[in-house]
Structures are given as C-alpha cells and as structure tokens.
C-alpha cells in the first residue's frame, strides 16, 4: 500500500476510484459556505437536507442558504437524533417529506449529521423512487473518517446493526472541519476509535503516529484533526477501491466490529456510542489475534493502551459470552452460522478468520467488567 506523506494539504482532496461512480472527499475548514464545494446535481435540481434536532440549530440554515445559490428549490427535515431512531418509523419520515413535497428522481439528498443521518438519508436516496443522488456532510469525527465514505447504507433492526441496507455511493463527500468545534468529549473518543482502527490493519506507521499525537487529537488540534481525517479516508479510499461490496478486503475495515456490534445490539442501541463500542471491541479483537498465536501480547497490549488514551472503554458490559456469541451469529460477516473474526496478521495487516467458540468466550470473560 502507497504510503502518505505526514502533513494535510489546506483544502485536501481525497478521491475513491470507483469507475464511473468514482467521487472526492473533500477535507477542510470553512466548507460549509462554499456554494461550489457543497452542491450537486443539475442547476435546477431540487435539494432536501436530512439532519437531525441537534445538528439543525448549528449548521441547517448555514447549508441551506449555500445549496440556495445552485438548487431552485431547498427544504429541510430535522429528525430525532441517536442510534435509537435508526429504523424503519424514522426513515419513513424522510419518504413522507420527499412524496409530501413532490420531489423527483432529480432530487439531490444532503446528509448533515454524523453517522446516523448519513446511513440513513443515503439508504433513502438508494429506495427512493429507485434511486436519487446524495451528498455527504459528515458532521462528527467517526462520520468524517470512516461512515461517510464508501457508500455503506442502512438502518437496524433488533436483532442486529445495520442489517437493512444497501451499497450506495454519494456524489461526494464534505468533511468541515470546524463542525468539530461543536462535538461533546465522548464523540471525538467515539471518533477516535475509527481512526486508530486503521493502524493495525493497514498502516504500522500511522498506528505510530496516532500514539505520539493522540492526546493533541483530544484537545482537538486542526492540524492533528486535518492529518488523520486525511490519512484514515485515503486508507478507506484504497480498501473501497478495490472492493466496493465487501467481498474480501473491504472486511478489514470491521476490525473490532463483530464485538462492537454485539455490545450495541446486547445493551440497547444508543447506550453506547459506536465508536465506544468498536473500542472495546479492538481490544478482545487484538487479544484473540494474539490467543491465536498471530500477534504476541505486547503488540495487543499497545493497542489496548492507546484506545484506552483515546478516552475509550476497554472493558465490555457483561452480557454473558452465550449472549455475546449468539449476537455475533447475526454479524453480517458470519457463514452458515459460523462467527468470522477480523484479526491482525501482523502490525498493518489484517484478514478474517474464525475461531473457537471456547477461546472467544474466554477473550470476552476476560475483557468484560
């Protein structure tokens, strides 16, 4: 893999190769009254900004005063905010204002929000009509580096996150960086976990860099913030590139999700945050890996440490491991009932691979509060 240079360009672009549906991840400050930078789609096209009750009193009029300049027509729907309204009854709310105001296929949809808004607007811009164009404005840290790109849709269901969905990439994605500014601690954490992820699985230097950097990444430093936004979507760029569906490399991607997903399903969606959860989650991930013999204690010791750092839990609820594994059984990446783990092979490397049942309960006894 093509290693980056260390420092962010101002104004940097990132772009994912994906043919005819190729688009840029633009990253920076001030872009949110850019006109040029946010809209999309024909001149006469008409635009719905999906955001929620939180972010709509910061950013809403901003946006819509911008996309005014280029679309004839601008409406905005607020939803309720959190991981508990990612379901059927909240996406309906975005079919019903698209078919109350009459909009067509020419319709652009412009997610302003974290990663709920944008999983749940582009999985309405996929169904809609058969299928309408959407921009991403990520508005959260684990939005900007990770949910927002790669065109990965959906809503819950209770048995499982993110069941329901579909692939669906946007015409591009806006990563403002002064829509940090606003974030409470607990999401630039959150935010955090994404972008640690990425070390271990494919960049041994960027894990390097994220350990000499993270506590000025806490105290939200635009520059640290611009570099490792930069760094994490160029990763994700390169993995999407060359697997858009995920079948094979894109899976690297859901290191210490299979866990994560699992805690967020076994508590109760919202309880905790995503980026909380997969945080944990890295940690019995890079303990198994080691269990595994793949890794050696000392490498699954320095990236416990370093979540830790990042502000995150790295002990999980006690769920029991029955209830643990019988969630994980639900995981997207399982087959024929059989639990699929991604590991670390080697620092900057990952794969999948399955494991016993009696060693993952045992990761999960002994990382487990």
Known sequence: MRKNPTSMTPGAKVSIALADRGYDILIGSGLLERSGDLACGPQASEALIVTNTTVAPLYAERVERALALHHARVHTIALPDGEVHKDWDTLNLIFDKLLKEGFDRKVVLYALGGGVIGDMTGFAAACYMRGVSYVQIPTTLLAQVDSSVGGKTAINHPAGKNMIGAFYQPLKVIADLDTLDTLPDREISAGLAEVI????IADADFMGWIEKNIDALRARDKAALAYAIQRSCEIKAWVVGQDERESGLRAILNFGHTFGHAIEAGLGYGEWLHGEAVGCGM??????????????AAYAARIAALIERAGLPIRGPRLGAARYLELMRIDKKSESGQIRFVLIDAPGRASMHRADDALVAQVIADHTA
């Open 283 to 296: 940690v019995m991930a890079a303990d198994l890996s080691a269990r595994c013999g793949l890794i050696d």
């Open 197 to 200: 992820k990425y070390g271990p």
